[in-house]
């Protein structure tokens, strides 16, 4: 088969880990006899600099054309003055609204062989594997008003945490689907005791619930929720919450993998349902790290398992995206580590030798 795919490798580390990832990719190519033809654009800080924006109409255009986008990460400290009038993370804002990605996707799984290079309990996080489905383009984030303002007394701000019934259904019928693919649970994460946001979301949550009568729904408090992370991490299994709390809960439950550097992430836009390709853009959930950028240092498993997503939601290639994963559990069960999952008595690499052993093993 042949696919056309986006390439945005972004700021800091982001060329170095795609890089890596394009040359995995290209294994799985030959080994079943696809070809992948990768269309490369500019995205965030390096885009500001070359085009004067984060995110050229030629840029978009292209991602709009091709059937998945694979992103390296955006971000550089040039541009965190809080007044600069943009910043990379506005291209990152803009691909999500334009190529009307609404669903995240981020699963948390806790590989035997790193299980004792966390701050965790071996035995609390032993078997944890969840995913989380987070909304992406609505809530605080995009609601309004959103403004700061000067008054008499001082300066204020206000921003709107705001969802409509129809961005709640489709997101509420992402986690069931991606529910049924796992063990029949989903875990709808609100604050239905305090927001009236959450209380819809609840009410619509529901009423979802009655077209998926094989799923078990609960219910979930967000903090109630960041305590079970850390708690009793393997009671969960898929979990569908709102924007902001999802941004928030996601990164706290990376720490269970041992690092941000293990955390692929989907955007998807559309529901996924079995045999269907979805489009969809994939990144790693981690920043640009300017200061490990050019050093051989950043761990490229977070894009690579993007990337493996990418062969299953979008392209439709589920036993290759299996390969992908079979063949960086493989890396690690031979102890070879990048610098931030490193532990005692194992093999340090950097970002090319790691790329270089996952695609020997694909």
Not at 17 to 29: F, L, R, W, Y
Request: glycine share 10%; net charge neutral.
């Amino acid at each position: 088969m042949e696919f056309n795919i986006a390439v945005l490798p972004g700021d800091g580390i982001g060329p170095e880990i795609i890089d890596e990832t394009i040359k995995i990719m290209n294994a799985v190519g030959i080994k079943y006899n696809h070809a992948f033809t990768y269309i490369n654009g500019l995205v965030g800080g390096v885009a500001i600099e070359k085009e004067g924006t984060a995110l050229a109409s030629d840029t978009l255009k292209m991602c709009q054309r091709c059937d998945a986008v694979l992103m390296g990460a955006v971000g550089d400290p040039k541009y965190d003055d809080p007044q600069a009038p943009i910043h990379p993370e506005d291209g990152l804002l803009e691909l999500r609204k334009e190529l009307g990605l609404f669903a995240n996707l981020r699963p948390v799984k806790v590989y035997p062989a790193l299980i004792d290079n966390t701050n965790f309990k071996p035995e609390v996080i032993k078997g944890t594997d969840f995913i989380f489905v987070r909304e992406l383009t609505g809530g605080l984030y995009f609601g309004r008003p959103k403004r700061q303002w000067r008054t008499t007394r001082g300066r204020r701000a206000v921003d709107s945490m705001s969802y409509s019934e129809q961005e709640i259904e489709r997101i509420i019928r992402v986690g069931f689907e991606i529910a049924r693919t796992r063990k029949k649970k989903l875990i709808s994460v609100d604050k239905a005791n305090v927001l009236q946001s959450s209380r819809l979301w609840r009410q619509v949550t529901v009423e979802v619930a009655g077209d998926y009568p094989d799923i078990e729904l609960e219910h979930m408090l967000v903090d109630a929720c960041a305590m079970r992370i850390i708690q009793n991490p393997r009671y969960l299994d898929t979990l569908v919450t709102e924007n902001t709390f999802g941004d928030i809960l996601t990164d706290e439950a990376s720490m269970l993998g041992g690092s941000l550097g293990m955390l692929a992430s989907a955007s998807l836009a559309g529901v996924p349902k079995a045999g269907s390709r979805t489009p969809g853009m994939y990144e790693p959930s981690h920043g640009s790290a300017p200061r490990r950028a050019g050093q051989d240092l950043a761990n490229p498993i977070a894009t690579v398992m993007s990337m493996a997503m990418m062969l299953s939601y979008s392209l439709g290639l589920v036993r290759e995206a299996s390969a992908v994963e079979k063949a960086v559990e493989k890396v690690l069960e031979e102890g070879y580590r990048t610098y931030d999952i490193m532990g005692e008595g194992k093999i340090k690499v950097g970002t090319r030798k790691m790329g270089d052993l996952i695609t020997e093993r694909v």
